[in-house]
C-alpha cells in the first residue's frame, strides 16, 4: 500500500478493502497459513519435494540454534559489563578516588561501559534476521510447492489463466528487513481502522 | 504485570524478553504457539499478550479469536513478518489492539506496549 492509499484510507473513512474469498485461498500476496507452514515442514512429497523442504527445514532449524548460542554470548556479555559496572561503582566510593583525576577516569569507564552495553542490546536486537529468513524461506517453499503443483495440474488439465498462477515477488517483498520501515503503514491502517469503528 | 509472549521462534521471544526487560517487565510466560499460549493462559495471572501471526499447530489469529472468545478485555499486540493492510484489518477485526511489523526496534515495542498499558 502506498501513501495515497493510506491518505485515501485516513481521509474517506471508506471500509477497508476486504480479502475476496476467493482470493483468500489464492497464491498471490498471501501469508502462508499456518496449516500450510506445518504442512510444508511434516509431509515429505512423493516427488522428492520433500527432501528440499526438510534441507531447508534443517538449515532454519540450525540457524535459530546458532543465533540462540550468539544470544547466550551476549547474554554474557551484558551480565559481565553490569558486573563491571558494579565494580567501578563501589570504587568511586574508596578514599583513593576521590581526587579529580580519578574520578573523570571512572567516569569515563562507566560511559564506556555504558555503550558497550547499548551494542550489546542492539546486536540482540539485530537478531530478529533469523526468525525473518525463516518465514521468507518458509513462503519460498510454500510457493515453490505451489508452482510445482500447478505445473503438474498444468500437464494434466491444460493451460490455466495468469491470475491463477503462483506470485512470490509480492509476498517476500512485503517482509522488511529494516527495523521499523513498516512501522508508519502499520500505524497508518491501524488509526484508519479506529476512526472508521468510531465513525 | 505478566506478559504472555506466544512465538514459535526461540530468538523472537528472547528479544521480545530482553526489550521487556530493559522497560521494566520481567514477568514473563512464554507460548510456541497458539496452543501452548492458551495453554499458559488458562493458568491465570496474564494481563498482556504478545503474539506472532505465523506458527505451526494454531495460528496467531485463530489464537487472538480463541482468546477473545473467552476474554474481550485483556491487551494483545500482534508482533508478526505481515506486513499487508488486509492483514492488519484482519488481525484488528479479530481483536488485536496493537501491531507491530517485524523487524521492531526497542522504542516502537516499548511505545505499542505502553499505549496498551496507559
Redesign the interface.
Known sequence: ?DQS?IDA?LAGGGK????PKAAAKAPV?E?????S??SV?AEPHKDGSGHVISELDTVTSVT?RE??KV?DQLDQISQLVARQQQLVTDMMRHEGAQSPGAQKAIHEVMSASKEIQDKV?EA??L??????T??KL?RIVHHLRQIHDYIVDLLGTGLKSDQERPSISHTIA??????????A??DA??EA?KSQKKG | MKILIV?D????R??II??LS?IGYTDVVEGE?GKSGLEKLGQGGVEMIITD????????L?FVKTVRGQNAAIPILMVT??????????A??AGVN?????????E?LKEKIESLLG
Do not use: C
Open positions: 500500500m492509499e484510507l477497508p478493502p476486504k480479502k500476496a501469508p502462508m497459513p499456518a496449516a507452514a506445518a515442514q535459530e543465533s540462540n544470544m542490546f540482540m536486537d537478531m530478529q534476521f533469523q526468525d525473518i525463516r518465514q518458509e512485503q517482509t522488511g528487513t529494516t527495523p521499523d520501515e513498516n512501522k503503514h502499520a491502517v491501524i481502522f | 512465538d521462534s526461540s530468538t523472537m528472547r528479544i530482553n526489550t530493559r504457539n501471526w505465523n506458527m505451526p499447530e494454531m495460528d496467531g485463530e513478518t505481515n506486513a499487508a493492510k488486509e492483514d492488519i484489518v484482519e484488528l477485526q496493537n501491531y507491530v511489523v517485524k523487524p521492531f526496534t526497542p516502537t
